[in-house]
């Protein structure tokens, strides 16, 4: 069919097709100017997140408490906006 030469090339592309892209990729320069920038655009800066995961069933009933009570003020905060607005009208 093809021959010896076609099987020499499509082995040599085999080989060369990987090699190259991990080169190419795996450049540390090339991380730094174009994944890192994009990463910071996609995920939240680490101040922003929670780093200390509750474990045990106490730490994470204490941490839904939390965050039901911050939903609850921030509601109460805007309805109380929202009611200055309607007086003022």
């Known amino acids: 069919m093809g021959g ?3 099987e020499i090339f499509k082995f040599s592309l085999y080989l060369f097709v990987p090699i190259a892209a991990l080169i190419h990729f795996g450049d540390p ?7 890192v920038p994009y990463r910071d655009k996609l995920f939240p800066a680490l101040d922003r997140t929670n780093q200390r995961i509750p474990t045990d069933q106490s730490g994470v009933r204490e941490e839904l408490a939390r965050i039901k009570a911050e939903r609850l003020l921030k509601r109460a905060q805007r309805e109380a906006g929202d009611s200055k607005k309607s007086e003022e009208q």
């Open 4 to 6: 010896p030469n076609l």
């Open 29 to 35: 320069e090339w991380y730094k100017t174009v994944v």
